[in-house]
């Protein structure tokens, strides 16, 4: 038999590239290429992609769940759970179970399409995930701004002429909200055209230096610096709102504007007035724009601002729902009929620090403080669902040190790690060959409208449940019934259909949904007959009959197995607008009453060194370390400083240097560059590794040190209740010179990055 080929969509980031794989007769991963046939990514491909076939045969991967570290039967784990989840229900009640939820389930199909049951099953307030370690801001924004959380507007890369990117280092991160094959490539393709594109960041990064201009900023004052650009386009007469946009707030905006000046937000933010004066204009005079904002804009302290005020300019300058500006993407599996209702946040609030629900669900950075205070609701136990929230979290250290109080952890992970060294049932998913791919959660953020599903390269060994499975099987436990999974999936797919039959505006509208159902698919998996008929009631669907040529998922997978391109981004703001009142909300309340907390930033004495993030091209947050191929070179975790600090504080090249926060201290190797901006130092998350109790081999032997043991979970977006990483206050103290010895490799015990693990240990 020999090798043989397969296709599928990268799972690593979100730029959702096309693979092709070569596989030997066990079914291990030998060769990985780009998909030149892939209509979106063309071939594109990165080191993480190219080496995918390394992090599938990972000989530290789980094969097997272990309870309290023994390997055991699946169905072994699963009696576990149940078992020690209703006693911790019956003892405490449901408050009492967190549920966290990571990064990679936004990666898959098991997370979005059985996420949300498990959730539901288990019938509590305590919801985390990392959405509040990243983008809630933008949902925030978005949900106020244009009534659904998840319409979020994307840059139109391929056709813009000028791209103002705050916060977004895409040559490194491949691009999120905005998944973009070849990223830089396509930011070439603006200059070469003509275009424009204009950096803000207080990094000079591998994406500034690719542009035609760069700006430092300082971390954490995007907002003051957006509010000034909006002032100038009031003041200087700028704006050119499109006739006939249902828009409402602008006079309430324009009010606020008129205290944040260029002149007055310029020592604040370190951008010079007549730079953000001609920003403005230029803006304002782009025949296509798009302002683009991403997570430096959002783990900030006035991350919902930011987020708001990128969309605002936008709208402002014509360029909302336009081509070549900011634009929603039409998923082929979401249907497009919704509802008009009011988007509201904080329809509960958390138990210890009262902070406002968002989308369901409650800020990671209030975690630890849930489990720690006693008190009726106090979390007993904690199921995590592809997190490493000990490593990712605001001051992840102290959950570290929590988690071993908990009566229960629960985690659906492969790894053995700083989260998961915790937990007293892991279930492990099958690798990522085995698994099959269509990016529910990410399609909604693609610049091009297009399609992609990948059934699994290789069947799953007996016995094996994919993740699929496992979670279904969580909900099912959680829930307390006798349903089976298959239960589940009838159920959802029952509700939809009955709400598609029900909705005016859907393919079926009048249908009867009990005659729908036999339409799908058979013989697949029911995961399979929910993704056809999410294809099916979506806008290029088929619709049941109601066009014949459009899609299914049978035709997606055999027709199209290289993805199908569904065309550019079409202006669809009168399908995505439900606010209540049915107009844009360009000056939410909410939004406005935090604008004088922007405006008394304007006066505060600013920090004399501040920290922010950074990613690394062969990294991704805690998971990527134990790759050999992937290990050396820039990836490693030293912390950058301007050479003008570094001067000051005695500090050189290859110095160790403690670096302590309000929350604690760590220990890290100095690298100075005039990439970072004066006053900011900079170190990469989700390092840390090596701790007693984790398995990832290759990650422990450079473990580098966790940057959220000094973040601080109190530093956060109010709006949002997001974790505010960049701009947390730090100082240096050098510890040892560049030449000592042991410098190399700072070993997990000897800095404090986690301190209670090396004892639990
Ligand atoms: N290689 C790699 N790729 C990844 C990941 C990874 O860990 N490694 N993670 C994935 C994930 S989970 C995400 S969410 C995406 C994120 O994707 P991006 O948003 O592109 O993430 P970063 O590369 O961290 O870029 C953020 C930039 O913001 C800058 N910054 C920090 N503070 C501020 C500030 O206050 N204002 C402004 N204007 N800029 C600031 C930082 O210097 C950094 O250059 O990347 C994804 N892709
Ligand atoms: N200081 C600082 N902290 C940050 C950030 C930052 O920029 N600075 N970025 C934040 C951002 S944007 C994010 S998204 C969060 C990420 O936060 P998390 O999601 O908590 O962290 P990850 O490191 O992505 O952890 C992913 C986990 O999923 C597991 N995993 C991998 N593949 C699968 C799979 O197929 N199924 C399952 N079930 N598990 C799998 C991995 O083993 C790992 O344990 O971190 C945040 N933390
Ligand atoms: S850019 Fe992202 S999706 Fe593309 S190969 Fe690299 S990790 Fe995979
Ligand atoms: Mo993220």
Same mark, same amino acid.
Do not use: H, K, V
């Given at each position: 038999m020999g090798s043989r080929r397969a296709w599928r969509t990268c799972p690593l980031c979100e730029a959702l590239c096309g693979l092709e794989l070569t596989l030997d007769e066990a079914g291990g991963i030998t060769g990985v290429r780009g998909? !030149? *046939?892939? =209509?979106? &990514?063309? +071939?594109f491909l990165c080191p993480k992609g190219a080496t995918l076939g390394a992090l599938d045969g990972? =000989?530290? !991967?789980? *094969?097997a769940p272990l309870v309290r570290g023994v390997p055991v039967g699946w169905d072994e784990a699963f009696e576990a759970v149940r078992d020690e989840l209703s006693g911790v229900i019956a003892r405490y009640g449901r408050d009492a179970v967190a549920i966290y939820i990571g990064n990679p389930t936004a990666h898959s199909v098991a997370g979005p399409l059985y996420g949300s049951a498990l959730i539901k099953a288990l019938g509590t307030r305590n919801v985390y995930t990392a959405s509040t370690a990243d983008q809630m801001p933008k949902h925030v924004s978005c949900g106020h701004l244009f009534g659904d959380p998840l319409a979020v507007p994307v840059p139109d890369l391929d056709r813009t002429g000028y791209l103002l990117m705050l916060g977004a280092n895409p040559l490194e991160s491949n691009g999120s909200l905005c998944s973009a094959p070849d990223f830089g490539g396509r930011l070439k393709a603006i200059r070469a055209r003509g275009g424009r594109v204009v950096v803000v960041d207080p990094r000079r990064t591998r994406t500034a230096s690719l542009a035609d201009e760069h700006l430092f900023v300082r971390p954490g004052t995007d907002a003051h610096l957006l509010m000034a650009l909006v002032h100038t386009l009031f003041a200087e007469e700028l704006t050119s709102i499109p006739e006939g946009l249902p828009l409402n707030g602008l006079d309430e905006l324009r009010a606020i504007a008129v205290g944040f000046s260029p002149e007055r937000v310029a020592p604040v933010t370190g951008v010079p007035a007549e730079v953000i004066r001609r920003i403005a204009h230029e803006l304002a005079a782009a025949e296509h724009a798009a302002v683009y904002g991403r997570i430096g804009t959002c783990t900030q302290e006035f991350g919902t601002l930011a987020s708001w005020l990128v969309d605002v300019l936008n709208i402002l300058t014509g360029n909302l729902d336009r081509p070549g500006g900011a634009m929603f993407p039409r998923p082929a599996h979401l249907a497009v009929y919704r509802k008009r209702r009011p988007f509201t946040t904080g329809r509960w609030r958390s138990r210890v620090r009262g902070l406002p629900e968002t989308m369901g669900e409650l800020p990671v950075a209030t975690l630890a403080d849930e489990i720690e205070t006693p008190g @009726? +609701?106090? %979390?007993r136990a904690l199921i995590t669902v592809g997190g490493n929230p000990v490593l990712s979290a605001p001051d992840g250290a102290r959950l570290d040190r929590l988690l071993p109080s908990l009566d229960l952890v629960v985690s659906v992970d492969p790894y053995l790690n700083e989260t998961t060294r915790h937990a007293h049932v892991l279930l492990p998913p099958p690798r990522p060959a085995q698994t099959p791919h269509y990016d529910v959660a990410l399609l909604a953020f693609a610049v091009r409208d297009y399609a992609r599903y990948s059934p699994p390269a290789v069947p799953l060994p007996d016995g094996r449940p994919a993740e699929t499975e496992i979670i279904a099987r969580l909900a099912t436990i959680a829930a307390g019934t006798d349903a089976s999974t298959a239960d589940l999936d009838e159920l959802v797919i029952m509700t939809t259909l009955g709400r598609a039959v029900a909705a005016p505006g859907s393919p079926v509208y009048g249908r009867d949904p009990v005659e729908l159902r036999k339409e799908l698919a058979s013989g697949s998996s029911l995961t399979e007959q929910r993704l056809d008929m999410m294809l099916r009631l979506? =806008?290029? +669907? @088929?619709g049941f009959g109601a066009d014949p040529s459009g899609l299914t998922l049978a035709r997606l997978r055999d027709e199209h197995r290289h993805g199908i391109d569904l065309g550019p981004l079409k202006p669809r703001l009168d399908e995505v607008l439900c606010t209540a009142s049915g107009r844009i909300e360009l000056c939410p309340p909410a939004f406005a009453a935090d604008t004088d907390r922007l405006a008394a930033a304007l006066d505060a004495p600013p920090a004399d060194l501040v920290l922010i993030g950074r990613r690394q091209l062969r990294s991704n947050n805690s998971w990527l370390h134990n790759v050999p191929q992937l290990r050396g070179g820039s990836n490693t975790c030293t912390l950058q400083l301007n050479p003008a600090d570094a001067d000051r504080l005695g500090i050189a090249e290859g110095t160790l240097v403690r670096v302590t926060s309000r929350t604690g201290t760590v220990e890290a190797v100095a690298a100075p560059t005039d990439t970072v901006m004066p006053g900011v130092v900079s170190l990469p998350h989700g390092w840390g590794h090596g701790l007693p109790g984790t398995r990832a081999r290759v990650a422990a032997t450079d473990p580098g040190v966790s940057v959220n043991a000094i973040?601080?979970?109190?530093? %956060?977006? =109010?709006? &949002? +209740?997001?974790?505010?990483?960049?701009g947390v206050p730090v100082t240096l103290t050098p510890l040892r010179a560049a030449d000592s010895p042991s410098l190399s490799s700072v070993s997990p015990s000897a800095s404090s990055a986690s301190p209670s693990s090396s004892a639990s240990g």
């Open positions: 998909d !030149r *046939d892939d =209509p979106l &990514s063309a +071939g990972d =000989p530290d !991967r789980l *094969d @009726e +609701g106090q %979390i979506g =806008p290029y +669907g @088929e973040t601080d979970d109190q530093f %956060i977006d =109010p709006l &949002s +209740g997001n974790a505010a990483f960049n």
